[in-house]
């Protein structure tokens, strides 16, 4: 399976940019989602990576190939770049049966029939739709239309999958299976899956790295809990994680060495960095916290009024009121709150970020004791 780079890649629509150089070095074998809000981009560099669009300045390397240069001119079509594309809307041929969509690529790349047979045979058994070879699209349920689809795509053993948002269409039950197959599928077939989505659950559960694009300006490129720790600016964290990170803004009273001393809620606090550099005295700065370091506790330093619950069975996010500003709170268990009830809260762990007011990029990583 090769190795994918691509080197300040840049995509202009007249006076649109969709994507501004964009550098990427995918590896062998990964898993690699492109993710982040409608008109991010991620899909128009999916498509310049397949070849179905034309970058407008930059270089893209599939393997030892070089597939499109625009200094050079180079600019190899899709079907000369050993790939494979999943569509989000399964484009099967609907007069066709099961085996006949997965085995119609085959027959044009003039496989033996054998040859064909033993392929289609191994897809069925890999996606678990062995029975249904006989059936038309129209008699399967969207799950197994899906399974197809892939199957179809990776009949010819391409060296890259592309996934455009595959499981948009699928209810939420479906999706769930679907993600779990789609990661023992990465495992099994040993290609590289570059796929997007606006999804981040999706992207946190499937991939090997996570690609974050905001207005076609690459966030941040790392694999998914390092994302979601170490998020590099104030989008990447509210953009990933579910409830969002809290973000409470504070001001700098001292500094001394890594260690800040924060003025924020009403108290004071002791910040002290586990990464290094840290902010100067007077400073406006961010602090973010998942809602899982604000736990609800009887002795908690802090007080706030509970605005809602959200019990799930597994655990309740309970939205707490302090002040002007609501806070994200995550306690596991069957437990529940009474609205608008005093509570009371701390900031445990040391993956509190520490983000500045001004350029909103994260600054420093580290405890808070209050």
């Known amino acids: 399976m090769p190795h994918i780079s691509l080197k300040h890649v840049t995509k202009r629509f ?24 409608s008109g ?10 397949a ?30 770049r050993d790939i494979g594309f999943l569509f989000q809307n399964y484009a099967l041929w609907p007069h066709m049966t099961v085996e006949q969509n997965i085995s119609f690529g085959l027959e044009n790349l003039k496989w033996k029939p054998a040859a064909i ?3 289609v045979d191994e897809l069925l058994a890999l996606l678990k739709i062995q029975g249904f070879e006989k059936r038309y699209p129209s008699e399967l349920s969207g799950g197994q239309q899906q399974r197809v689809a ?11 999958l592309f996934m455009d948002e595959p499981l948009s269409n699928l209810d939420a039950k479906l999706r769930q299976e679907m993600r779990t197959e789609l ?22 559960t499937l991939s090997t790295q996570v690609c974050l694009m905001k207005e076609g300006i690459l966030q941040q490129y790392a694999p998914p809990l390092e994302v979601y720790n170490a998020p590099a600016n104030q989008f990447v964290a509210e953009f990933v994680g579910n409830p969002t990170m809290n973000f ?44 899982e370091f604000l736990p609800i506790s009887e002795n908690g330093a802090l007080d706030g009024v509970a605005y809602s ?8 996010t309970v939205k707490i009121s302090v002040g002007e500003l609501t806070l994200s709170s995550v306690v596991f268990g069957s437990v529940d709150y009474a609205v608008d009830s005093p509570v009371k809260f701390d900031v445990v762990g040391e993956k509190i970020v520490l983000f500045d007011s001004q350029t909103h990029d994260r600054i420093a990583i580290g405890s808070l004791k209050l």
Request: hydrophobic share 35%.
């Open 150 to 160: 892939i199957a179809r795509t990776l009949a010819p053993s391409p060296k890259v």
């Open 183 to 204: 990661k023992r599928l990465h495992t099994d077939t040993s290609s590289t899956f570059i796929y997007v989505t606006h999804d981040q659950l999706e992207a946190m």
């Open 117 to 119: 047979r033993e392929r």
């Open 40 to 49: 991010c981009g991620k899909t128009t560099t999916l498509r310049m990576i």
């Open 51 to 80: 070849g179905l669009e034309t970058p407008t300045e930059g270089r893209i390397t599939i393997g030892d190939t070089v597939v499109f240069d625009a200094e050079e001119g180079i600019n190899l079509p899709p079907v000369k």
């Open 14 to 37: 007249s006076n649109f940019t969709a994507v501004e150089d964009l550098n990427l070095e995918i590896s062998d074998r990964g898993f690699v989602t492109l993710l982040g809000p």
């Open 309 to 316: 619950t959200l019990p799930s069975g597994m655990e309740t």
């Open 248 to 291: 409470i803004p504070a001001r700098v009273e001292s500094a001394a060495g890594d260690s800040l001393t924060l003025d924020l809620l009403g108290k004071k606090g002791v910040f002290t960095s586990r990464t290094g550099a840290v902010t100067q005295s007077g400073a406006s700065v961010i602090v973010g916290i998942r809602p």
